[in-house]
């Protein structure tokens, strides 16, 4: 235990001590703590719907047919005739053959991808890929190569260095979480053609986003067909919780046989699929709230960015905001919070060192008003904090 305390104790000197907070939400974009109500510029929350009636509705109606819990994996009881509909439906909305779900898109990345590689094969990982996929890679007995982020110079001299490998996987983020930029799709998959190697895309913060009526990534380059892996979630634009993988009939079959976390976990409960199933059918059916979410995305960035902050520039509803010093992100975010708005710093090991940022996130529930408030707020509190470029 001295050990420990003695860890956390530096974690604590360093800036990075972190804590859970708990929040009442009222709607997805105001929320209460301790009675005080703040403005939300930090869910995954893209389109609002976790609120949405027709998704509230569809989770109370599933907890009377089907009760709270699974009570087995998939491949035991857990399975209901809901898992079915909403893997076929995900399957229809990302033109593929099929779909297996996870419990959280985290466990997604960790399965599918230490399922994948083997003790001859190699994966080539962006290195600012998402936790999961390197721990994925971690799990995996193949050898990871990890390429400068989108570079594609760096990634070809990779699979280069790889040529001896049985399977060659690619996996990328397809909007990254942190930056919010959106990978290089279309580049990655003419490398995976000139060296044989397999495609794997993380639609955590592409789905409901990005593409044809969100479709995600492989949508936005228009590279149906292409790319072999399709790793998602529900719990963000879609308003739930649990994972999915999507690919061709094939990859669904072997990773229903050997992803760990797929066959040692409990099912999802039906609640959850229920609501997942009923916002994927709201995104299908009001295709502009992914213009809508687009335009307050474009609305915020612009006025932070026309202000002198250092914003890094994306094409998504991720804006950072890059402070650098973790103290100083933490300073800008409580500041912040004191004047009822809720914006998250970020910090190592989320981020690189010296890359502490403020990770505002725009959601298409936002009003102009709300998000109008926000700026001023931030531009003054950056003012006042001397953080503004040149
Ligand atoms: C959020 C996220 C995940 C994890 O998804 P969960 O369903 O929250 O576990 C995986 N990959 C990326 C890129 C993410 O942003």
Redesign the pocket.
Known sequence: METIAKKLAEITARGLYRQVDSYQPQSPTKFLRAGKEYLVLSS?NYLGLTHHPLVMQAAKQAVDIFGAGSGGARLTTGCTLLHNELEKALAQFKGTQAVRLFN??????VGVISALGGLDDAIFSDEL??A??VDGCRLSKAKTYVYRHSDMDSLEYQLKNASQAKLKLIVT?????MDGDIARLDDIVMLAEKYQAMVMV?D??AVGVIGTGGRGTVSYFGLEKKVDVQ?G????ALAS???YVAGSKILIDYITNCARSFIFSTALSAVTVASAYQALRVLEENPQLVSKLQDNADYLRTGLKMAGLPVIESATPIIPVVIGDARRAVQMAVKLNEEGILVPAVRPPTVPENSSRLRITVSASHTKEELKFAADKIISIARDLEVMEG
Do not use: C, L, Q
């Open positions: 995954n959280t898109g985290y466990m997604a990345n890929n998402h999961s996929i983020d397809g909007v990254f979480s993380d955590a913060h790793v979630t529900m719990s963000k919780e649990g994972g």
